[in-house]
């Protein structure tokens, strides 16, 4: 997330507003609820994270072990379970 400067975007009344109430401080201003992206929908990671898994399955269903996938992903054994495993 990248930090803006208030001054940079707002009027100067409404920064004077909210210098009442934080100074030098952060906020955290988040999206309308409409506008809000699902974890991993804007970087793309959700969709790396589903080929990888995908991946995973393919391998284990191939005849691969669990504890060499865990190793070949650098994941845990309990981690590989739950990606096979999950329905």
Do not use: C, F, T
């Amino acid at each position: 997330m990248k930090y803006i400067n208030a001054k940079e975007i707002l009027p100067d009344v409404l920064v004077e507003e909210l210098q009442k109430y934080v100074q030098a401080g952060y906020i955290y201003i988040p999206a309308k609820s409409e506008q809000h992206k699902s974890w991993g929908e804007l970087s793309g990671y959700r969709k790396e994270l589903e080929r990888r898994n995908k991946a995973i399955i393919a391998e284990y269903q191939r005849g691969a072990s669990i504890e060499k996938l865990a190793d070949k992903y650098y994941l845990s054994v309990y981690a590989i379970r739950k990606i096979i495993y999950k329905k």
